[in-house]
């Protein structure tokens, strides 16, 4: 039995009912406010306006209790971001975006019986994802018939007996598609992938498709592995860290602590993006006095400001550099040790980048070159460097080629499996790349196949499934009949809007295990089941006593994980048990290997398990229990050793294409306001980029305005064009003048994927190009209000 020795629980406050209460001036993008972006991040206003909706929500005892378990080693895992935690956690170990999100989980709001029937699904096309996460947790599992316009709850067995009902009746498991939201914790993370593959399929797509598929794909040839080199502690070594494409103020805010142990070093940082983003700029430690009253921290030693896409050029253009000043003072600039001793293919890579051509780098860039130069003398005087990125570099046609560039130009330098130095992709969701390790994933290597064999006696299909892109267009074409999600909001989530929902219409049974309403809700499969989980913040317990899960965090660190609160309700229930009873309903007899009975109520025995299947998992429980975390093996980092076929570091040859954006066109880019999670809206404000009340805004650099006769404020018609296919548009934007590079502009996703073509995807991964959209801005007339953009 797992004894955690918890103290009581803390009491839920009692459900409060948020309908029939007047919501709807929160709702409209009409009282849209545009300020001056800031210049620093965080600072004492954000753990402000973290804590005082925190306090309001769940009073004061639950407010200060989660506070100090949040992230710490005896807590639970914050839900948002998956950055890390150092190893001697501060007391405060969480940021205002985190809190953010376990208020938004916690809250004592519930959705009453009244709101089903009053509300319509289609009535609930028009509402925003803001509205519909507004309305309170599900408290109750729910069903919608195929002739109904309508939810009512369903009993938890009877929900479960549909279910199985109809995976049992498929012609083929590969009518099943099992999609994942890294939200889920490891142990149901497993579960699910073993619950597909008894089923007989690897359509198993997830988040990852859609964030940081292109990472892996990248990493993988060059060193043999697809995470992150370093540790935690780093970052405080590090003489320079390169910030690619990522804005940490609003989606990593605990990394501004490491990059700021850089600092106080006397490391540099350099900033690598299209839009200046406040925490680029000044940081300001709310922990720290000096942070909350004085001025703050200068974060980017150097900005460079690129244009949209253009990285793999700067990455060759620097690689270019260190080749000519080797040239000049031999021996001074490359690790030659390091490249003998453990690379493969440095003479063709030299040779490819040699014949880099400059005219074309700052072309596609839009940089001087003394910009890059500059760049490339500090990565020459650094002896140790860290290269993070995120989405900036991964949701473009060449990402997995950039990525790919980042791992030569750290391999150059010896800067992989040494102090201070290393590959950082930064994670999104904070359990994404743990549901990875887990198995979730459309492939499947032989290795994972014949372990999961082994273990639980029964054949693992071996065939790919379908990702996120390729699932969504089997749904289309009729070929999916049922798909369930764990957590997540594909249909907001996926490119392409109008073809993500026309296509979910197609399917016979959709499930969604999820814990408040999203657009995945609204627009269903003929049958809908909503299935109401927990959230990380709430205890389970079963006839065991008290369980915990764990996850894994971006530095490849598995952290334990369980939450103080009573559950919303007596009928949410835990992904795991969930997964357990579809488990016991279809396989009992079939796969007499997998006990689902135990795992459902003694989670050591899934923990079991995965030490048997996982690599890095030996002895899991007795290590996890012992120090509440460990950290997975990773060879290059380790010990230098690369798990590639040759067993060598491997220089690899890109192509770069300069995906130009057409006369009069413009490259758009989607990403994240300040006060959503994903698809998730804590309020309609971005206040780092001076917007506040609103989301329809598009913002364009003032000669990109001229150019078109328009003006800040004025309303914009946004239409994206592919070929063979009419436009996609989206009207009523307001047009903000903004520093962003000239000829990108920049919009919020998830609305912005209304414009974004599903056939537009990187290269080797699949991935949309959420972040390479080639659009044509007009004057528009009709200004967007209510929830939703106009769209057509
Ligand atoms: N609070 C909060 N935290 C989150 C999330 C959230 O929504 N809210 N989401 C989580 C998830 S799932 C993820 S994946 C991460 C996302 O974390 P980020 O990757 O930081 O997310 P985005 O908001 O999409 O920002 C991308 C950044 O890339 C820049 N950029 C765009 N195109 C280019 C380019 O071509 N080159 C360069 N160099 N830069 C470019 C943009 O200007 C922007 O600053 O955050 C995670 N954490
Ligand atoms: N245009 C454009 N599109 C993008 C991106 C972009 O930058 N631009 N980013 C992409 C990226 S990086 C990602 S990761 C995807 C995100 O895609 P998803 O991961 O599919 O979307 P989320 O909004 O994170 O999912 C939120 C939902 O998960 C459910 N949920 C939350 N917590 C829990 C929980 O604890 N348990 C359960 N069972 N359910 C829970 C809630 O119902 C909530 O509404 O979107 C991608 N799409
Ligand atoms: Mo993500």
Request: proline share 5%; charged share 25%.
């Amino acid at each position: 039995m797992t004894d955690l020795h918890r103290p009581d629980p803390i009491n839920a406050l009692d459900p409060i009912h948020l309908f029939d209460k007047p919501l709807a001036e929160d709702f409209t993008d009409a009282d849209l406010e545009v300020k001056k972006p800031m210049d620093y991040a965080v600072g004492i206003e954000a753990v402000e306006k973290a804590m005082l909706p925190m306090a309001e929500h769940l009073g004061v005892e639950k407010t200060a209790k989660l506070s100090l378990t949040v992230n710490h080693k005896k807590g639970f895992d914050c839900p948002s971001c998956a950055w890390a935690n150092p190893d001697h956690s501060k007391t405060l170990e969480f940021c205002e975006n985190g809190i953010k999100n376990i208020v938004w989980d916690a809250t004592p709001v519930v959705i009453e019986d009244a709101f089903w029937a009053e509300n319509s699904l289609t009535s609930m096309l028009d509402k925003s994802e803001y509205w519909l996460g507004l309305q309170g947790r599900i408290t109750k599992p729910m069903y919608k018939a195929a002739d109904s316009d309508h939810y009512v709850p369903i009993s938890w067995s009877d929900a479960l007996d549909k279910v199985a009902e109809k995976l049992r009746g498929l012609d083929s498991p590969d009518e099943a598609v099992f999609y994942t939201s890294g939200r889920i914790m490891n142990e149901p993370a497993f579960l699910l992938q073993l619950f597909a593959r008894a089923l007989g399929t690897n359509n198993l797509p997830d988040c990852s498709n859609m964030c940081h598929e292109a990472t892996g794909s990248g990493m993988t040839p060059a060193i043999g592995i697809g995470k992150s080199s370093v540790h935690y502690d780093d970052f405080a070594w590090a003489d320079l860290v390169i910030v690619m494409g990522q804005n940490p103020g609003t989606n990593h805010p605990r990394m501004l602590n490491a990059l700021e142990d850089t600092k106080t070093r006397g490391g540099r940082i350099v900033a690598v993006n299209t839009l200046p983003e406040a925490s680029l700029k000044r940081y300001k430690n709310p922990q720290k006095v000096s942070g909350e009253l004085g001025t703050g921290e200068q974060m980017a030693d150097q900005f460079v400001q690129i244009k949209i896409g253009g990285d793999q050029h700067l990455l060759q253009a620097v690689a270019k550099r260190l080749f000519e000043a080797e040239e000049k003072a031999p021996g001074t600039v490359l690790d030659h040790d390091f490249i003998r001793t453990y690379c493969n293919g440095f003479d063709a890579y030299r040779e490819h980048i040699m014949a880099v051509d400059e005219s074309g780098v700052l072309a596609a860039t839009g940089l001087t070159s003394a910009e890059i130069d500059e760049l490339a003398q500090r990565y020459i005087d650094s002896n140790a460097t860290i290269i993070t990125w995120a989405l900036g570099i991964t949701q473009h046609k060449k990402a997995v080629a950039t990525i790919a560039e980042i791992m030569n130009l750290l391999l150059l330098r010896g800067n992989i499996g040494k102090k201070g130095a290393g590959a950082s992709p930064i994670r999104g969701h904070s359990n994404v790349q743990g549901d990875r390790t887990m198995g979730i994933w459309e492939k499947i290597s032989p290795a994972f196949a014949a372990a999961m064999s082994r273990q639980f006696a029964f054949e693992v299909p071996t065939e790919p499934g379908l990702d996120s892109v390729d699932a969504m267009n089997a749904m289309e074409d009729g070929k999916v009949k049922v798909f369930m999600s764990m957590a997540g909001n594909l249909i907001a989530a996926m490119s392409d809007s109008g073809r993500s929902e026309a296509g979910v219409r197609e399917v016979d049974l959709t499930i969604q295990v999820a814990t408040k309403l999203n657009r995945s809700h609204v627009v269903t499969g003929k049958e809908s089941l909503l299935l109401p989980a927990t959230v990380r913040a709430e205890r389970d317990v079963t006839s065991f006593g008290l369980q915990f899960l764990t996850s894994e965090d971006t530095v490849c660190r598995i952290n334990m994980s369980h939450g103080e609160l009573k559950p919303v309700s007596d009928d949410v229930r835990s992904d795991v048990w969930i997964l357990c009873e579809l488990g016991k309903r279809l396989f009992s007899e079939s796969h007499p290997g997998i006990p689902w009975a135990a795992f459902q109520e003694d989670y050591d025995a899934i923990r079991d398990a995965i030490a048997h299947v996982v690599p890095g998992f030996e002895d899991f429980n007795a290590r996890v229990k012992k120090d509440l975390t460990f950290v997975l093996p990773h060879p290059p980092r380790d010990s230098r050793t690369f798990p590639t076929p040759s067993g060598r570091a491997e220089f690899t040859i890109q192509d770069v294409e300069h995906v130009q954006t057409p006369e009069g066109r413009l490259m758009m880019q989607s990403m994240r306001a300040h006060d959503q999670h994903n698809t998730t809206m804590y309020s309609l404000s971005d206040r780092y980029r001076g917007i506040h009340k609103g989301r329809f805004v598009l913002f364009i650099h003032p000669d990109d305005l001229a150019a078109r006769g328009l003006a800040d404020g004025d309303t914009v018609d946004i239409f994206s064009e592919w070929p063979g296919e009419p436009d996609r548009v989206l009207r009523g934007y307001r047009a903000v003048s903004y520093p962003t590079v000239k000829g990108c502009v920049a919009a919020y996703f998830p609305e912005a994927n209304a414009l974004v073509p599903r056939g537009s995807v990187a290269d080797i991964c699949n991935t949309p190009t959420s972040k390479q959209i080639v659009v044509r801005v007009e004057k528009g007339e009709l200004a967007a209000t209510g929830g939703r953009p106009v769209t057509i």
